[in-house]
């Protein structure tokens, strides 16, 4: 048995290989070690969304690896719901086996989230650097290194390591194995490869509508996100979706010193203060009526979510946090319900630039995660009923007037938007079944099966639209620091997050 299989072994103890799973490893893990290059080039290609030019440098470089893989790959252009942003096209890929075979829709994204270099450990974060934990601090070393016997802990550090540059790259590398094991997928693949998801897909929604036929499949897989915190093999099956209040308060047309007309002109921040804490108790529960109607748990998904082997002690550790609010009773069952989060504040200044000044004006910006359970356009209704009856002016999606101002108590400008809706799959389903059937036989252990995860993914339209069942396959690790500074990708995760989707890719659908 060769060095490398050994070693390759290693990530995955305790597991009797057959014959025909000890050739699967070993060469998934020979092709991995002869793509690391590949994996380097992709990521040193910078993708923020604003960036055009190099957005169409990653177009151009998933356009040409997938058409190598045997796809019929062809750019689509929609229509944005976001005009003042770039609008990219989006790509679909179609590669046909078998009349034979189910269809899956393949979903994934290749921009990230922006960067500020002087936050990160490394000059510039779209040139990968390979890190060694070395008495708790990551110290960079040598990136050939990973191609001869790659320590699984070592960490890849980048902007999209994980989020999500990681994961379409594990599909390259499993189509390769596929290409040398003399083997074609078990069904047809179609890609949709997103390229403003970090942006809110703008494009998405008209996309699905405008392509529908050329997007028509059996089901719908999304390969994004981090595995469960204990490193598991992991599937999901529903996400939460988004929308998003800003709120402005306003006091004087502008900022007045405080000496002078403290006591005197209202103070915004102060009038917004008290309409936020008014939209939630001390156990961090919303307390405005009918905001959580309709979510109920039969004993056969407190089971489900049960299974789930959430550390709290542990994730309460992480946090720094006394207690977790309390609604649900755990962690599972809190993000199966919509929330209602303020996600940042402003007004006047503070620390360096402090002023003694009574502020203009008083901002908030929420986010309120939806769930199956809840119309979105009644929760938000909800909430401005609520605003109106703590005593605000409420106007929406303008300033107010001058009359206004002179006339009005308590302003309060109302501006939202329903950005994507929830899906949730049932975890006995076809595609369920396929999915945890392939991952078991990767990995020799049933994965860890959640319900729903607590963050968004644009993927309802699809689901609505396309009418097809989805769910996800999340392999990077939990500590990636997505959408942070320092996004990293554990090599182990990297490796086997390849070989279950080569597992997944052999398997056949029912």
Partial sequence: MNKLFLIGCLLIPNLLLSQSDEKIKKITYSTIQNNWDRFFEMLSIPNDGYDTPNIEKNIIWCEETFTELGFDVERVMAKSTSPMMPNHPLLIANRFISKNYKTVLIYFHMDGQPVDPSK??????????????????????????????????????????????????????????????????????????????????????????????????????????????????????????ISRITLTSYGPIKPQHSGHFGNYAPNPAMNLSKILSSMKDYEGRVVIPGFYDGVTFSDEIKLI?????????????????????????????????????????????????VRTIVP????????????????????????????????????????????????????????????????????????????????????????????????????????????????????????????????????GNFIDGTLGMVYLLLEKID
Avoid at 322 to 334: I, L, R, T
Avoid at 441 to 448: C, G, Q, R, V
């Fill in 120 to 241: 990160w450990n490394q000059e510039n974060p779209f040139i990968p650097i390979l890190s060694e934990n070395i008495d708790g601090k990551w110290v960079e070393i040598e990136r050939d290194k990973i191609k001869n016997n790659p320590n699984p802990n070592w960490r890849i550090f980048g902007r999209s390591t994980s989020d999500d540059k990681g994961p379409p790259m594990m599909l390259v590398n499993a189509l390769e194995v596929l290409e040398k094991l003399n083997k074609e997928p078990k069904f047809n693949i179609k890609l949709i490869i997103d390229f403003q998801e970090e942006m809110g897909s703008p494009t998405v929604v008209s996309a699905v509508s405008l392509h529908k036929e050329k997007l028509k499949s059996d089901f719908l897989l999304i390969i994004d996100g981090p595995r469960h915190p204990s490193n598991k093999p992991t599937l999901t099956f529903g996400a939460r979706g």
């Fill in 305 to 353: 979510m049960d299974a789930v082997p959430d550390d709290e002690d542990q994730i309460k550790k992480e946090l720094m946090v006394a207690s977790a609010d309390k609604v649900g009773e755990n962690y599972q069952e809190a993000i199966q319900y919509p929330s209602l989060n303020v996600r940042g504040l402003q007004s006047g200044w503070v620390r360096k630039e």
């Fill in 360 to 491: 203009d004006m008083a901002i908030a910006e929420i986010d309120v995660r939806l769930v199956k359970e809840s119309n979105p356009e009644r929760l938000l209704n909800l909430i401005k009923n609520h605003i109106i009856k703590e005593g605000a002016y409420v106007i929406e999606n303008r300033d107010p007037s001058d009359v206004e101002r002179l006339t009005k108590k308590n302003i309060i400008r109302f501006d939202s938007k329903v950005s994507y809706l929830a899906y949730r799959t049932e975890i006995n389903s076809p595609i369920g079944n396929w999915a945890s059937k392939a991952l078991k036989k990767a990995f020799n252990e049933d994965p860890i099966k959640k319900r729903t995860s607590g963050g968004s993914i644009p993927i309802s339209p699809f689901v609505t639209t396309l009418n097809v069942p989805a769910l996800t396959y999340p392999s990077v690790n939990k500590d990636n620091n997505q959408h942070s500074p320092n996004e990293n990708i554990r090599v």
